[in-house]
Structure formats: structure tokens, C-alpha cells
């Protein structure tokens, strides 16, 4: 089992960036996938970014170039490092975790944090 934690969100003008962080507890956190997750206000949570257990990382088109997402596997971190940031990037911003391999069905992902908020001001 995953136990995750997000944290680093915050309010930024348009044009910044932020980091967000999950931590997890669990001895295995390293054969896990992680994702993270957005969810605006009456919109579907949707996939930002991934990586795998191996290191491999994955991306909404959405997000691509401006995003970068990173995982600690000594530290068992994750971490989306964003930049250029958009108001319509604003959302709750979660991290997910799964077996196997990264996938963007959230409903997919075995464990959720509680979720860290990002605003972006125009």
C-alpha cells in the first residue's frame, strides 16, 4: 500500500512557474508508477504528466515543454516542476500511483493523495 502526500502548491502570476511535490510512505514505492493529475472546478480530472518505475516520462500535449516531472526513489518523491504557467493551468493538482505501468485513465491509479492547490493569476 501507498500512502501520498502532495504539497508546493500556491498562487502565481501567468508566465511563472511552480513545483509541487508528492512524497510517499511504503517500502516499494520504486515498483510503482506515478501520475499526476488535475482536476478544475466541474471539469473531469485529467492526466498532466507521468513517469515509470524506470524513469520514463509522459506527457500531456497540453503541458508539453513547459512541464517537467521527476521522481526520487531514495527519497520516494515525485516532483512537477512547472513553468510558464496559464491561467487555464489552475486546478487541484493530484498525485496518483499504480502498478504496471503509467497510464492516463485516472481511474486506473490504486492510490490518490488529497491534493495540492494551484491558482494562476492573469
Known amino acids: 500500500q501507498v500512502h501520498l502526500v502532495e504539497s508546493g502548491g500556491g498562487l502565481v502570476q501567468a508566465g511563472g512557474s511552480l513545483r509541487v511535490s508528492c512524497a510517499a510512505s511504503g517500502r516499494t514505492f520504486s515498483t510503482y508508477a506515478m501520475g499526476w493529475f488535475r482536476q478544475a472546478p466541474g471539469k473531469e480530472r485529467e492526466f498532466v504528466a507521468g513517469v515509470s518505475w524506470g524513469g520514463s516520462t509522459y506527457y500531456a500535449d497540453s503541458v508539453k515543454g513547459r512541464f517537467t516531472i521527476s521522481r526520487d526513489n531514495f527519497k520516494d518523491t515525485v516532483d512537477l516542476q512547472m513553468n510558464s504557467l496559464k491561467p487555464k493551468d489552475a486546478a487541484v493538482y493530484y498525485c496518483?500511483?499504480?502498478?504496471?505501468?503509467?497510464?492516463?485513465?485516472?481511474?486506473?491509479?490504486?492510490?490518490w493523495g488529497q491534493g495540492t492547490q494551484v491558482t494562476v493569476s492573469s
Open positions: 496518483g500511483a499504480r502498478k504496471v505501468a503509467v497510464t492516463t485513465r485516472s481511474a486506473e491509479y490504486a492510490y
